[in-house]
């Protein structure tokens, strides 16, 4: 796995999260629709380069996005994506990597992150919603675009992440 694209591509997609997404989301889903490109592309580091790699990418871009966009409290983005990204890196490792799971893995880390997020500003007082508003009005609509960008991510980033395969004739002259 190609690491230095992995980060390249995390800062682009902080970017982008940042400065392109919040003008093509509708004025009337902003407060509603929170999409992490770079969850996204911690899953792909997760189950192309497994649980060590994912979480220092998720502890440091987690770190990032919190020093850079949520300042309230500072930690619970870099401690929930570590957690995530060590998790997801052992359970695709122990399996046959298929889109399907790649996809069931990435909701659920989805929804799991959201959950830490949300635990960790209700333990501070951050936050007084029920879990079932937040996951209604927050956590779902959050969870389906992210899916659907790892969706349309998949072989974009595939490409971009794995070496390619070395040929039989390179195989016999080694």
Do not use: C
Not at 8 to 22: H, K, R, T
Not at 114 to 133: E, K, N
Not at 135 to 148: D, H
């Amino acid at each position: 796995m190609r690491m230095n694209r992995a980060v390249l591509a995390g800062i682009l997609l902080v970017l982008l999260e940042n400065g392109v997404v919040p003008w093509l989301i509708p004025s009337a889903w902003s407060d509603r629709l929170m999409p992490h490109l770079t969850f996204v592309l911690m899953m792909y580091v997760a189950s192309f380069g497994g649980r060590h790699r994912a979480f220092l990418f998720g502890l440091g871009f987690g770190l990032l996005s919190d020093v850079l966009f949520y300042g309230s409290l500072i930690g619970p983005y870099a401690f929930g994506m570590g957690l995530i990204g060590y998790a997801a890196g052992l359970v695709l490792e122990r399996r046959m990597l298929t889109l399907a799971t790649l996809m069931g893995v990435t909701a659920m880390g989805s929804v799991a992150l959201s959950t830490i997020v949300y635990l960790i500003y209700r333990l501070f007082r951050l936050t007084t919603w029920p879990y079932g508003f937040a996951f209604y009005w927050y956590i779902a609509p959050s969870l389906m675009l992210e899916v659907l960008v790892a969706l349309a991510l998949y072989l974009p980033v595939r490409k971009l992440l794995l070496k390619p395969a070395a040929s039989q004739a390179e195989e016999t002259a080694v």
